[in-house]
């Protein structure tokens, strides 16, 4: 499984913005979905989970809220969808999927990443 992450950038505090991320392949409808960050000189985060189906998810307590995490099986994309955005939200964010498991909030358990994109937020 190949993933594209896109639709980072630039944002005020208070903003929004929606990350995609697209899976080649047909199995991305099986695997459970992830989005995490890392800030330079941090661990990389769970943000928010997904199940296969879309019927399970998680969120970290910081993005509870104002973040959803979303997918489309049908056109093999997963979304970060992320509202009333905060300084304290800058980071590169990585999509990832888990071929193991149908539904993961451990970050060991993702084992397809992709390239991140950068969220930076102004205040």
């Known amino acids: 499984v190949q993933l594209q992450a896109s639709g980072g950038g630039l944002v005020q505090a208070g903003g929004s913005l929606r990350l995609s991320c697209a899976a080649s392949?047909?199995?991305?409808?099986?695997?459970?979905m992830g989005w995490f960050r890392q800030d330079p000189g941090k661990e990389r985060e769970c943000v928010a989970t997904?199940?296969?189906?879309?019927?399970?998810?998680y969120y970290a307590d910081s993005v509870k809220g104002r973040f959803t995490i979303s997918r489309d099986n049908a056109r093999n994309t997963g979304y970060l969808e992320m509202n009333n955005l905060k300084p304290e939200d800058t980071a590169v964010y990585y999509c990832?999927?888990?071929?193991?498991?149908?539904?993961?909030?451990?970050?060991?358990?993702?084992?397809?990443w992709g390239p991140g994109t950068q969220v930076t937020v102004s205040s």
């Open positions: 392949g047909h199995t991305f409808r099986t695997y459970a």
């Open positions: 990832a999927v888990s071929s193991t498991t149908a539904y993961a909030t451990r970050r060991s358990a993702y084992d397809y």
């Open positions: 997904i199940s296969y189906d879309g019927y399970y998810t």
